[in-house]
């Protein structure tokens, strides 16, 4: 009998057993964690103010790499919204604001300074370094958030990890074990991962009914 069981579960992994499993659909679960799981990233960075030594393309790079908390249920992909903007509205992005200085000494911008226009949308950590300010000098930046897959970028990726093994090579039982970066919880990645296999499942099935229906059948003399 198909079953899915918790085995581990961390704040940031989470590993399960899958039994009666075609090995492909184990996989797929490992790949769609990977590369197909929507989550927030910066995707567009507006400088205002850069004294720093560190040209803006370098900010907005490391800016982007920074893991956004997620919520799924109240966004969705820009391509898919019904704003049709390029600007987006409060369904597809969300706005991020920087505003810092050095005053006496050197300090390092971190990235619990950025503020978010949405209450849940807000840096995984607190402490990952953005740039380090000499006195006087300054960093202000406007950065937009937007959904994205693993496959459109490594910054859309939600997991550091996803490995699946096989105890015994002689039955349909695998270990997948999913490290998540803080985006999502594992919990939410399985979920997903498991929700969006099953549309493709869905999806690729209806397919194949249309086909049929379209296949001409031979005459018979």
């Known amino acids: ?14 590993v399960v057993e899958l039994k009666d499993v075609p090995r492909q659909y184990a996989n797929a679960l490992r790949r769609i964690a990977l590369s ?8 567009d960075v507006v400088v ?3 004294s720093s030594v560190v040209h803006d393309e370098a900010i ?18 820009a391509h898919e ?33 950025l503020n ?18 000499s006195p006087g000098q300054k960093l202000k930046i406007e950065a937009y958030a ?14 550091s990890a996803a490995i699946l093994k096989q105890p015994d090579v002689d039955k349909e039982e695998f270990i997948l074990e999913l490290e998540s970066i803080g985006m999502l919880t594992p919990k939410e990645i399985i979920d997903q991962s498991i929700k969006i296999l099953d549309e493709k499942i869905m999806m690729f099935g ?16």
């Open 1 to 14: 009998m198909t079953s899915l069981d918790i085995v581990e579960q961390t704040y940031n992994k989470i």
């Open 36 to 43: 197909e799981l929507p989550i927030m990233a910066i995707d």
């Open 48 to 50: 205002l103010d850069n």
């Open 60 to 77: 907005a790079h490391r800016l982007g790499l920074i893991p956004l908390r997620t919520e799924l249920e109240k966004f969705v992909m």
């Open 81 to 113: 919204c019904d704003c049709k903007s390029a600007l987006g509205c409060s369904k597809c992005r969300v706005l991020l604001y920087l505003d810092s200085a050095a005053q006496d000494q050197n300090r390092t911008v971190l990235s619990g300074e």
């Open 116 to 133: 978010s226009e949405d209450d849940y949308v807000k840096p995984a950590s607190a402490d990952i370094p953005i740039v380090v300010l």
């Open 146 to 159: 937007r959904l994205g897959i693993g496959k459109m970028h490594a910054k859309w990726q939600p997991v």
């Open 206 to 221: 209806d397919k194949i009914k249309e086909l049929k229906t379209h296949v001409k059948q031979p005459s018979v003399k």
